[in-house]
């Protein structure tokens, strides 16, 4: 960066070197070795300064500095030739090239202006502007001294948070649920449910007030089962249908039956015969 007038500003190619390249070939590979190698390091100054140029008004907080503004001077940095020095874009150029509305490039050109960072150089109604990138030294110290404090508050930040010890417990929305500790479920501890005394409701559809084990065709000489001695638990099925019913291809209707909670006498005295 060239330092004048209490001002950063862009290093260009020396009118000096401008003049000795006019009267060299084209072709870079035919230059004198000290001059080209003068021309390579007055480059690299050059790339690097619109570089840390560019990351100084990034950071500005202006109000009259909003986006697009960024947008239009990132534009004028890289319109601006190294070897001549020029950065002479239409504001019709930049429109179109940005996709914004004409007006907006006045206004912004203005704001940019007003703001320090460029100096408009007016050549006449039909000629373009001219502009020059420029950074005042005051504006630019100011940015930095912001950027390294807030940075030194995310560095504390980062450092109070690292400090606390991490709980996935009392992280936010974490569930204390533990599958491990949960309640276990025993079906054998459910609530016993016996349809034989239901209210209201008659076993197998036998007619009200009729015994669930004397159906049309008993004759009261017949064995049955007592109702008592099928299992309401789970946990007994396979004792008692091992004991009950000894035709193997039939035990697993009859646990069919248990769980769905309707064996019934008559249905165990059909399995087991």
């Not at 202006?113 to 050549?123: C, H, K, L, S």
């Amino acid at each position: 960066m060239l330092d004048h007038d209490d001002c950063y500003w862009l290093p260009v190619l020396p009118a000096e070197i401008r003049l000795q390249m006019e009267k060299l070939p084209p072709n870079k590979q035919d230059w004198p070795v000290e001059l080209k190698k003068e021309y390579d390091r007055l480059r690299s100054d050059f790339v690097r300064a619109k570089a840390e140029f560019t990351t100084w008004f990034r950071k500005d907080r202006d109000s009259r500095m909003n986006r697009t503004c960024k947008l239009i001077l990132v534009y004028l940095v890289d319109c601006l030739n190294f070897e001549t020095g020029r950065c002479d874009p239409s504001q019709q150029a930049i429109a179109d090239e940005l996709s914004i509305g004409l007006s907006t490039v006045e206004r912004c050109i203005r704001r940019i202006a007003d703001a320090r960072w460029i100096e408009v150089v007016r050549r006449g109604k039909t000629t373009t502007n001219f502009y020059r990138l420029r950074a005042p030294k005051a504006k630019v110290n100011a940015l930095l001294d912001n950027a390294a404090d807030l940075k030194e508050r995310r560095l504390e930040a980062r450092k109070i948070r690292m400090s606390i010890p991490s709980d996935p417990s009392k992280v936010r929305d974490h569930s204390d649920g533990d599958p491990a500790k949960m309640k276990a479920h025993d079906p054998s501890k459910v609530r016993a449910h016996d349809p034989s005394e239901m209210r209201g409701k008659h076993i197998n559809r036998t007619p009200e007030g009729e015994h669930p084990n004397k159906g049309p065709c008993f004759d009261g000489n017949e064995d049955t089962y007592p109702r008592e001695s099928i299992p309401v638990h789970e946990a007994h099925f396979g004792d008692w249908v091992r004991r009950n019913i000894p035709d193997v291809t039939r035990h697993r209707e009859a646990f069919r039956l248990l769980r769905e909670r309707k064996m019934t006498p008559e249905i165990l005295r059909r399995l087991a015969a």
